[in-house]
T-cell receptor, first 114, second 115 residues
């Protein structure tokens, strides 16, 4: 069965520190991969996505993610975290095809210490 | 960019009543829309996929008669929670599939509280 796993439920980092949020997927073939951010009581905002090509993907707000086929991973990184980055982060995946449904990971809550 | 407007953002209703949530695509045509439910501090669970002009496809375990989805036009999909009960209290989010393969834009969500 298709699945997306985010091993870390909650992560706390100091402002200015680097960040890495983990994401692993289990699909028959390499899926399309996404990272979303959700602020409390809000919808989801797309940070970045990977379909093919360069395995290091740049996104908005200074985030990047690296696709590693050998590890079935798509980890999200940011070199220096800002207090405004505190939010819930979701990794998601889907098969090819325009209207394929997304499968979400369980999310990682990021807390930033000032 | 492609925007989905979801209303209401918050609603409180009495147990036994029905509530309708609307999602409108403002600047594009949404052939396919997805409805998600999110419990506090949990992930998004897909409830159903709606295609314009046809019946919605529900995920396993989702009651079709309780969560009525209508997608009568390319710009509007609605979710009606019928005979709501406190356990239906949740955060509901819609998403539209975009023509480009990257895929999706999300509404801002509806916080439903059934008292």
């Amino acid at each position: 069965a298709q699945s997306v796993t985010q091993p870390d439920i909650h992560i706390t980092v100091s402002e200015g520190a680097s960040l890495e949020l983990r994401c692993n997927y289990s699909y028959g073939a390499t899926p399309y991969l996404f990272w979303y951010v959700q602020s409390p009581g809000q919808g989801l905002q797309l940070l970045l996505k990977y379909f093919s090509g360069d395995t290091l993907v740049q996104g908005i707000k200074g985030f990047e993610a690296e696709f590693k086929r050998s590890q079935s991973s798509f980890n999200l990184r940011k070199p220096s975290v800002h207090w405004s980055d505190a939010a819930e982060y979701f990794c998601a995946a889907r098969r090819g095809g325009t209207a394929s449904k997304l499968t979400f990971g369980t999310g990682t809550r990021l807390q930033v210490m000032l | 960019g492609a925007v989905v407007s979801q209303h209401p953002s918050r609603v409180i209703c009495k147990s036994g009543t029905s509530v309708k949530i609307e999602c409108r695509s403002l600047d594009f045509q949404a052939t396919t829309m997805f409805w998600y439910r999110q419990f506090p501090k949990q992930s998004l669970m897909l409830m159903a996929t709606s295609n314009e002009g046809s019946k919605a496809t529900y995920e396993q375990g989702v009651e079709k008669d309780k969560f009525l989805i209508n997608h009568a036009s390319l710009t509007l999909s609605t979710l009606t929670v019928t005979s709501a009960h406190p356990e239906d209290s949740s955060f509901y989010i819609c998403s539209a599939s975009l023509a480009a393969p990257e895929g999706y834009t999300f509404g801002s969500g509806t916080r439903l509280t059934v008292v």
